[in-house]
Each structure stands twice: as structure tokens, then as C-alpha cells.
């Protein structure tokens, strides 16, 4: 089985988005990459956070000075500086963002493995437009569009995944990473995709 940390390894004692808990996935040997999620700031700055609000603080109205003093989020380019060869598998969480300035940050760090997917099509559309140089995908996309698929990779809910819908993908060249995970002797059952995971046993 492969697996990504979902949003890092975490425990006890290192938080969810943090770059301790990115280097505690890069550390671990069963772990084959980890799950970040970014966000813009009001100053167009990409922190990485899950929710849209931190306590009564909306991110996108905030600047990335006011939220590293306040609550000490990490920016992209810190994570994709980090000393890995593995996966970092980058959710963008806004449906608009500055599409050439993430696009140059991320092409800084043309020598990792970077995945970039986002549940918005637009967005992963307009990277594509701009020759983005990393891998590209979208999740849920066979739920949530006609279109035909045209991207590296695709992220899919995992109990709504089959087999065959999988080898479909991979006769394409398209690779399969599965999320929602919840009892995990009983779901990782597929083999030759990325299991999103919560924890490593």
C-alpha cells in the first residue's frame, strides 16, 4: 500500500498544516508523501491552513504578517523547501487565487514531486493554461463533471471507488489517490493507488 499523511503526520503533540508535522511524514518510512491545504491571504501570500476561518479570523481578509504573529502559519514555499523526495500533495482550497504567482512559487521547486489538486475545476484548468510544470488534478471530478479528464492524476472519495473504475484510470496514465478513509483494515483494498490517511500503524 502507498499512503499520504493527510494534512502531515500527526499526534498528540504536533498539529495538523505544520511543518512538524510535514517532517514527521518525511521521517516516517511507510509514509510515501503528504497532504497540505493552502489558502490566500489578503496580501496574495499562500498559507497553509484547512478551514477558511481561524477562530473569528476570515484568512482572506488578513495579512500574512497579521496571521504568522497571531497563529504562526506556515507559507507554501516554507513546506516545498523542506528536504523530501517524497509526494507533497497540495490542495488548493479557494475557488480564486493569483494563478501566475502560484504558479511561479511552485515552479521555483521544479525538482520536487508536487501534485496540486483542487475540488474547483476552474482552477486546476487555469494552472494548466499557464504550462504549469507539475502534476495536476481534481478531486471528486467524476462526480461533480462531464468533461473529459485530462489531468495527471485524479483524487476520489475511497468508498465510492471501485477496481474497475480505477484500472479505467490507469489504462489512461492517469494515477489514483483515495480519501475518506475510516476503518482501515476494511478499506485498503486497492492496490496500486495513494491511500489519503489520518494516521500509520
Not at 507539475?134 to 473529459?148: A, D, H, P, R, W
Request: charged fraction near 30%; aromatic fraction near 12%; proline fraction near 0%.
Amino acid at each position: 500500500m502507498k499512503f499520504i499523511a493527510h494534512r502531515g503526520l500527526r499526534n498528540e503533540q504536533i498539529k495538523e498544516n505544520t511543518l512538524e508535522a510535514f517532517q514527521n511524514a518525511i521521517k516516517n518510512e511507510k509514509i510515501d508523501g503528504f497532504e497540505l491545504d493552502i489558502r490566500k491571504t489578503f496580501d496574495h501570500q499562500f498559507v497553509v491552513n484547512h478551514n477558511a476561518f481561524i477562530k473569528e479570523d476570515l484568512i482572506k481578509n488578513k495579512t500574512y504578517k497579521y496571521l504568522k504573529k497571531k497563529y504562526h502559519l506556515p507559507l507554501l514555499r516554507e513546506v516545498l523547501a523542506l528536504n523530501t523526495t517524497k509526494i507533497i500533495l497540495i490542495e488548493i482550497k479557494d475557488n480564486t487565487i493569483c494563478y501566475d504567482k502560484l504558479s511561479k512559487i511552485l515552479n521555483a521547486f521544479s525538482d520536487k514531486k508536487i501534485y496540486v489538486m483542487s475540488f474547483h475545476n476552474k482552477v486546476i484548468a487555469e494552472l494548466k493554461k499557464r504550462g504549469f510544470k507539475q502534476k495536476l488534478g481534481i478531486l471528486n471530478y467524476v462526480f461533480n463533471s462531464e468533461e473529459e479528464y485530462s489531468y495527471d492524476f485524479i483524487c476520489l472519495l475511497n468508498n465510492l471507488t471501485t477496481q474497475k473504475l480505477v484500472e479505467e484510470y490507469h489504462k489512461k496514465g492517469i494515477e489514483v489517490f483515495l480519501y475518506g478513509v475510516l476503518n482501515e483494515k476494511k478499506d485498503l483494498k486497492i492496490e496500486d493507488v495513494y491511500y489519503i490517511v489520518d494516521k500509520i500503524d
